[in-house]
Nanobody, 116 residues
Framework: QVQLVESGGGLVQSGGSLRLSCAAS????????AAWYRQGSGIEREWVAV???????YYTPSVKGRFTISRDNAGHTIYLQMNLLKPEDTGDYYC??????????WGLGTQVTVSS
């Protein structure tokens, strides 16, 4: 059974940090591209950061230099370290994994709230 389970969300003040985790199971994780997406209130879901199976990373411009995506293939876990958080980072954060170009999985999300 495929599962992606996010954790680590919460309430933090502007300028603070949070570390999100996503535990993966039920598919070939090490070869999968993995990503974090977020969705704010009234806003479409947007990609935040992507990490390929070889460790190459990509970031949306608004988080570059503040967020870091990483993966632990042995532990089947994806991380998102978020520093210097801003109120506009508030939203539900979702873990995504793509074992192939035609298959993708989603977690249920974890909520992040940044107060000003």
């Amino acid at each position: 059974q495929v599962q992606l389970v996010e954790s680590g969300g919460g309430l933090v003040q502007s300028g603070g940090s949070l570390r999100l985790s996503c535990a993966a199971s039920g598919f070939r994780f090490s070869a999968s591209q993995a990503a974090w997406y977020r969705q704010g209130s009234g806003i479409e879901r947007e990609w935040v950061a992507v990490i390929d199976g070889d460790g190459t990373t990509y970031y949306t411009p608004s988080v570059k230099g503040r967020f870091t995506i990483s993966r632990d293939n042995a532990g089947h876990t994806i991380y998102l370290q978020m520093n210097l958080l801003k109120p506009e980072d508030t939203g539900d954060y979702y873990c995504n994994a793509r074992p192939s170009s035609s298959v993708q999985y989603w977690g249920l999300g974890t909520q992040v709230t940044v107060s000003s």
